[in-house]
């Protein structure tokens, strides 16, 4: 029989439905429950492809008697993190201040009055590795609670206080200068990885924001090292098998240091940030391969993620069925299993292949050319003797028509293995970075489809996911909106990725909307005394801790990203009040950048827009089909000064706030650029747009 879970919109939450668990949603109902009981609440965190998270599930929360033990002693409380980050903010910080590490699945125990008191991520289904096993925990839990209540309220209430008492150090209310930036740069450099690109060791991630910093301050600098960095790890990471080298997309990680194997789920906030990044790097260097990349990777998010409602769903599986050939079917008797599948999910099994598979897709003179060109071994590069794809080589010279043939019958032959699951829900932030990543890239290469997909998914956030008071929502399912109020990243990356909208499409409304969810970031999220921001709103639920975290992680933090959004639209309008939050909030990023500049690359991002302006420019002509008109907006959209606002229009339009008083030059065409409430002289010549925009 389902339980609570069964009418949540979550895939998550709806893949634990049917568990002998008796879960409840993270709600007061839950919490009175245990008040009610006289019992504590296990609170357990993942998301829809968490590797470890459908792990511990298929051990554990579908086991009768482990099931039986959480519904007799305990409240069990399941939470996507995906669509409560603010839940998972608080806890995971607890975790990890007592355990030293974190990581999903999370395992949390607190009393009914949702102070925590027991941590822990992943527990095995029996004791392994010096860890308890679960069902150990649940006992230890529970006789704890029972014969030591008191000992329990005071480490929990003690936790508590520490959490509330810990006050983020916020530098001051300014913008980084010429100085942290050059420190955040040479930080970077003894981080840097020369031999394979990336930072750091194992496991190693995909530094997207890192190089929108890097690409930033060659282009308002001309430093070479920085453009070197970016460019050299986008080769290596593309190269590498944390790249779909068949369908386009990148996975979470690689697992090591050479980007050989890679945590195989596709997230789409990875996939839209490395997509802008490497359309970014082709406007900054005309690299044919950053701009395979990026179309790729468009390609990709709009084939496998677009939903029918048109918004972008969450994610990728890492697993999937294994796949087994029809000669490893005859040899093993392959009777009762479905085609092509065992029933067993294995993680990767979607991606890797062996010679054998090859040489049954290809015949084998095919089989042996793609596998020099994959890097197909008979070792493997993976399990069990499988290889993911690579582009190991680096100087033989390949027949094109011959290898696209090739990547042809191999990903048709891929299409017919049993696909990862997707997480069909819709999160703003997450849309809001896609629809920056497309509209930029559709309008870079003339892909107008591509940013028609951006509209289209703009449109549901405006349809679904605001209110009247443009209140964002975070979620949405199946055309569906969710129950969970938006935090500050969802506010932040939606609007950058209107202002995007705006700059490319020449429609001010976006500029609008965009407006208006900055606004909310100005009276809800932002402290009037400090300018420091948090991460939920001032009227949200309130939780043990308002959480508050300025660093980036897999995506930009909601902090940094507001900063962006509001230099942005205050470069567009004038505003005062959003430019004066955007440099009040950079403050943190001054005493973070040169400090650990890889967890601030979007912060480090935003400042070297601060610092170079950033710059204005509008377009007008007598209509935006005009040739002229096109070319001169098309020059605006591929200057590379960092952080750079484009208008267009027809003259005395009151779509931007930027064309106002910008005639036609001699009856034609003109660009207007300013910067630091300087202007140049018109332009009606793409080539001195251009070279203003270098400058």
Avoid at 65 to 74: C, S
Avoid at 217 to 241: K, N, P, S, W, Y
Avoid at 648 to 669: C, H, N, Q
Avoid at 670 to 687: G, H, K, L, Q, S
Wanted: with cysteine; aromatic share 8%.
């Amino acid at each position: 029989m389902p339980n609570r879970l069964a009418h949540e919109t979550s895939p998550y939450l709806l893949q634990h439905a049917d568990n002998p668990v008796d879960w409840w949603p993270w709600s007061p109902e839950a919490f009175e429950e245990a008040r009610r009981r006289g019992v504590p609440v296990l609170l357990s965190v993942g998301y829809s492809s968490c590797h470890w998270c459908h792990v511990m599930a298929h051990e554990s929360f579908e086991d009768q008697d482990t099931a039986d033990a959480m519904n007799q002693h305990f409240v069990s409380v399941k939470v996507d993190r995906e669509e409560r980050p603010d839940v998972d903010a608080v806890y995971m910080e607890a975790v990890q201040a007592a355990t030293g590490h974190g990581g999903w699945p999370m395992t949390v125990f607190l009393t009914p009055d949702a102070e925590p008191f027991y941590f822990g991520t992943y527990f095995p289904p029996a004791p392994r590795h010096g860890m308890p096993s679960f069902r150990q925990v649940l006992q230890g839990v529970h006789q704890a609670w029972d014969e030591r209540r008191g000992e329990v309220d005071e480490v929990a209430g003690k936790i508590t206080r520490d959490l509330a008492e810990r006050e983020l150090s916020y530098g001051d209310d300014q913008a980084p200068g010429e100085q942290e930036l050059a420190q955040a740069l040479l930080g970077l450099t003894r981080e840097y990885d020369p031999q394979r690109g990336g930072f750091g060791g194992a496991p190693k991630f995909p530094p997207s924001m890192v190089i929108e910093f890097l690409l930033r301050h060659h282009a308002r600098t001309g430093a070479e090292g920085a453009l070197q960095m970016a460019r050299d790890t986008c080769e290596r990471m593309a190269r590498g098998g944390i790249y779909d080298q068949l369908g386009g997309g990148f996975a979470r990680y690689s697992v090591d240091r050479d980007w050989v194997v890679p945590h195989f789920e596709k997230m789409l906030y990875d996939n839209a940030l490395l997509c802008r990044g490497y359309a970014h790097l082709w406007r900054s260097t005309g690299s044919e391969l950053a701009r395979r990349v990026a179309l790729e990777t468009a390609d990709f998010m709009v084939r496998e993620l677009r939903t029918p409602e048109g918004g972008f769903a969450s994610a990728l599986d890492a697993d999937s069925e294994e796949v087994v050939s029809p000669g490893e079917r005859d040899q093993q008797g392959g009777a009762g299993r479905r085609e092509g599948g065992t029933g067993r999910h294995v993680e990767g099994a979607y991606y890797v292949w062996t010679p054998a598979q090859l040489r049954e897709v290809l015949g084998d003179d095919d089989a042996e050319l793609a596998a020099r060109y994959f890097g197909v071994t008979e070792e493997g590069t993976f399990e069990e003797g499988a290889s993911v794809l690579q582009l190991p080589q680096r100087d033989e010279v390949f027949d094109a028509g011959r290898i696209d043939g090739i990547k042809e019958r191999m990903l048709a032959a891929r299409g017919a293995r049993p696909a990862p699951g997707r997480d069909d829900k819709v999160v703003a932030a997450w849309n809001g970075l896609a629809i920056a990543a497309l509209a930029e890239t559709g309008a870079y290469f003339d892909r107008p489809d591509l940013t028609e997909a951006a509209v289209a998914a703009g449109d549901l956030l405006v349809r679904l996911h605001l209110d009247e008071q443009a209140r964002i929502a975070r979620t949405s399912k199946g055309g569906h909106v969710g129950a969970n109020a938006g935090v500050l990243e969802d506010y932040a990356d939606v609007a950058e990725g209107f202002l995007a909208l705006a700059a490319v499409t020449g429609e001010g409304v976006w500029l609008e909307f965009a407006g208006l969810l900055t606004d909310h970031i100005l009276t809800r999220f932002t402290d009037d005394e400090s300018g420091a921001l948090y991460d939920t709103a001032s009227d949200a639920e309130r939780l043990i801790r308002r959480p508050q975290d300025p660093t980036d992680n897999a995506a930009p933090s909601g902090w940094t990203a507001a900063a962006g959004a509001l230099l942005g639209y205050a470069a567009h309008t004038g505003s005062e009040p959003h430019r004066t939050a955007a440099e009040r909030a950079l403050g943190v990023v001054k005493a973070l950048g040169p400090r650990v500049p890889r967890f601030v690359g979007w912060g480090l991002a935003v400042a070297e827009a601060a610092l170079d302006g950033p710059r204005e420019i509008a377009v007008v002509g007598p209509a935006l089909d005009d040739p002229a008109t096109t070319a001169l907006h098309r020059t605006a959209l591929l200057g590379a000064a960092p952080g750079a606002v484009v208008a267009v229009g027809t003259p005395g339009s009151e779509e931007f706030p930027l064309l106002a008083d910008r005639p036609l030059v001699d009856g034609g065409p003109a660009a207007y650029v300013c910067r630091n409430f300087t202007c140049d002289a018109p332009t009606t010549d793409p080539d001195r747009l251009r070279t203003a925009l270098e400058g």
